[in-house]
């Protein structure tokens, strides 16, 4: 007689199910859908990206790279960092290649957290944020943010959070989904908080290219940071390369150290063809980066201007490419306003509370998408509005 299996690992079985892919997995199964929803940009990865990877498998380049990456591929992302943000990195043990940055952020989590740990999460955020510390044997404490304050963490609400085991802030800026970004100035005061309550911060900044109205800050070049931070960015959105799975962390020695540590029994190193191709983004993508973000903004001044026209208000996203409307005005929920308007119009957005209970009344809106596709979605938005309206009267 089979003996019966023990349960389960509770933290692991009781995850949620992804608000985002779980959403479009009902999507993908219907006719003529313009989909606003999965972050992820519609062009293709620059060519003479790509030809440098194919050229390194021509070249029988298929192997292991160490732990920490390819050499070439840390030196070119200090340097860059440097030559973009003032921030310096020794290539050799302070840059640690990883597979995309949702690695970097599983691997900072893992080796911060001790079991119990608690770790501010402002909110809206991904959804893979919370899930992280859980997995990791932390605790997510969720911190609100509101479109009156433009979803910008402040230092007052970090602080009504924060207990003795708080040990880390988590940052996400540009945002997604509300495409929020966060002012020097801002930032400097949160470092200053972090520094007096002797917590980390990790900075996920893969949208540090898509900004619009102002340049971005790098959390670890700001006065008093980089010795507390672990820097998390990649290639997914700037260069198009969702699928090459390559990203970094950048830290202190000693943290990335033990990050490598987990990382070498994990995952071993990144694919070498991702990373030969990172590196040829880094020297030769700029041109494609500045024509890619002069078109998000295009779309970023489309959608918004029609979400508002539609009666959705919106506030004109700084960075990403997400608009953030609310919904309220609709009276529906955002889980029943998203469903609805999937099932009347063919259009996919995504319910904000997929984002935490701070979107809750909003939806998530990707212009990662063609301008012909957003002025068709714009026009089925209006008419599903429209028909709420006639049906409240």
């Not at 999460?121 to 997510?140: F, I, N």
């Not at 539609?310 to 929920?333: D, V, W």
């Not at 306003?337 to 909003?362: I, N, S």
Request: proline fraction near 5%.
């Amino acid at each position: 007689m089979a003996t019966d299996l023990k349960t389960l690992a509770r933290a692991a079985s009781e995850l949620p199910v992804s608000g985002i892919r779980r959403f479009f997995d009902v999507a993908a199964q219907m006719q003529d859908v313009i989909s606003l929803g999965v972050g992820e940009p519609d062009f293709f990865t620059p060519w003479h990206i790509r030809e440098a990877a194919i050229y390194s498998l021509e070249r029988g380049q298929t192997t292991y790279t160490s732990n920490h990456g390819l050499i070439e591929l840390r030196r070119e992302i200090a340097s860059h960092l440097q030559e973009r943000y003032g921030v310096s990195y020794a290539p050799e043990d302070e840059v640690l290649i990883t597979v995309g940055v949702s690695e970097g952020l599983d691997l900072a989590m893992r080796t911060l957290l001790d079991p119990g740990d608690e770790v501010l999460v402002p909110e809206p955020s991904y959804v893979s944020y919370k899930p992280c510390v859980t997995l990791a044997g932390g605790v997510p404490v969720g911190v609100e943010t509101t479109a009156a304050e433009r979803f910008r963490v402040t230092v007052a609400n970090l602080e009504k959070h924060t207990t003795p085991r708080t040990k880390a802030i988590l940052l996400g800026y540009p945002s997604n989904p509300t495409g929020a970004t966060m002012p020097a100035a801002a930032l400097a005061e949160i470092v200053e908080f972090a520094a007096r309550r002797g917590l980390y911060i990790v900075s996920d900044e893969i949208y540090d290219r898509l900004t619009y109205d102002e340049v971005h800050t790098c959390v670890a070049s700001v006065k008093g940071a980089r010795a507390r931070t672990i820097l998390l960015n990649g290639f997914s959105k700037a260069y198009a390369m969702t699928g090459w799975r390559v990203g970094y962390v950048c830290a202190p020695r000693e943290i990335v150290s033990v990050m490598t540590r987990i990382h070498s029994y994990t995952m071993l190193c990144a694919p070498i063809l991702s990373q030969k191709a990172a590196l040829e983004a880094l020297r030769s993508g700029e041109p494609e980066v500045l024509e890619m973000v002069a078109q998000y903004g295009q779309r970023r001044r489309l959608i918004v201007d029609g979400l508002n026209e539609i009666g959705l208000k919106c506030h004109m996203p700084a960075g990403a490419f997400y608009a953030f409307p609310s919904i309220e005005s609709t009276g529906l929920s955002c889980e029943d306003f998203a469903e609805r308007l999937l099932f009347q119009e063919r259009v996919a957005v995504v319910p904000g509370t997929a984002f935490g209970a701070g979107g809750q009344g909003h939806i998530r809106c990707s212009y990662a998408t063609a301008i012909e596709k957003i002025d068709i979605a714009l026009t089925r938005m209006k008419k599903f509005v429209d028909s709420l309206a006639v049906k409240v009267g």
